[in-house]
């Protein structure tokens, strides 16, 4: 059974970073996507980021190009989610995801950290 853990997730003030981690186990994932989703309070969830695992292919949404980086470390099955220049805007519990094919929907979910940002 697949289960993907996030950490990382905290207080911060605006201007700050806040480095997140997704470790999954229950497999090896050496190919598929892990993706980065938010969701503030009263609000749709929303996609931040998503990164190939093969290959490392990455795409943004558009509220955090230009700050936020995803990277992954095959050998560990772990994501990353580097947020840097962070407004309060970008409160919300942040949730990683992973599914087995590119064109498939995502399969399994993390509990979600929460990322708080002061002004």
């Known amino acids: 059974q697949v289960q993907l853990v996030e950490s990382g997730g905290g207080l911060v003030q605006a201007g700050g970073s806040l480095r997140l981690s997704c470790a999954a186990s229950?497999?090896?994932?050496?190919?598929?996507?892990m993706g980065w989703f938010r969701q503030a309070p009263g609000k749709e969830r929303e996609f931040v980021a998503s990164?190939?695992?093969?290959?490392?292919?990455?795409s943004y949404g558009d509220s955090v190009k230009g700050r936020f980086t995803i990277s992954r470390d095959n050998a560990k099955n772990t994501a990353y989610l580097q947020m840097n220049k962070l407004t309060p805007e970008d409160t919300a519990v942040y949730y990683c995801?992973?599914?087995?094919?590119?064109?498939?929907?995502?399969?399994?979910w993390g509990q979600g950290t929460q990322v708080t940002v002061s002004s």
């Open positions: 990164i190939w695992w093969r290959g490392g292919r990455t």
């Open positions: 229950g497999r090896t994932f050496s190919s598929g996507v």
């Open positions: 995801a992973a599914k087995n094919t590119i064109s498939s929907g995502y399969e399994y």
